[in-house]
């Protein structure tokens, strides 16, 4: 079993930045894909970005530029540094760890982007 907590989000203003951070309880952190999803209001949850376990990356088409996975193996910890912040990014962000065909997900931060 996995636990994953999410911690960084918050209220920012348009063009503004922030780095979500996700904790993983287990030591053998550094074998699990990571990701982060977000959900908005009425909408399906999407993978924004992923990170393998060797450290390749991949992003939504609509995040691609402006957000960063990355991930600590040593801290058990995944970043998502997230720039040029616009109104369509608030959503509730979540953290997924994958290994084996098993999926692992944190309970979220919220992200609200406004003036």
């Known amino acids: 079993q996995v636990q994953l907590v999410e911690s960084g989000g918050g209220l920012v203003q348009p063009g503004g930045s922030l780095r979500l951070s996700c904790a993983a309880s287990?030591?053998?952190?550094?074998?699990?894909?990571m990701g982060w999803y977000r959900q908005a209001p009425g909408k399906q949850r999407e993978l924004l970005a992923a990170?393998?376990?060797?450290?390749?990356?991949n992003y939504a088409d609509s995040v691609k530029g402006r957000f960063t996975i990355s991930r600590d193996n040593a801290l058990n910890t995944v970043y998502l540094q997230m720039n040029s912040l616009k109104p369509e990014d608030t959503a509730v962000y979540y953290c997924?760890?994958?290994?084996?065909?098993?999926?692992?997900w944190g309970k979220g931060t919220l992200v609200t982007v406004s003036s």
């Open positions: 997924n760890a994958a290994l084996d065909g098993m999926d692992y």
């Open positions: 287990r030591s053998i952190f550094r074998r699990y894909a």
């Open positions: 990170i393998s376990s060797a450290g390749s990356t």
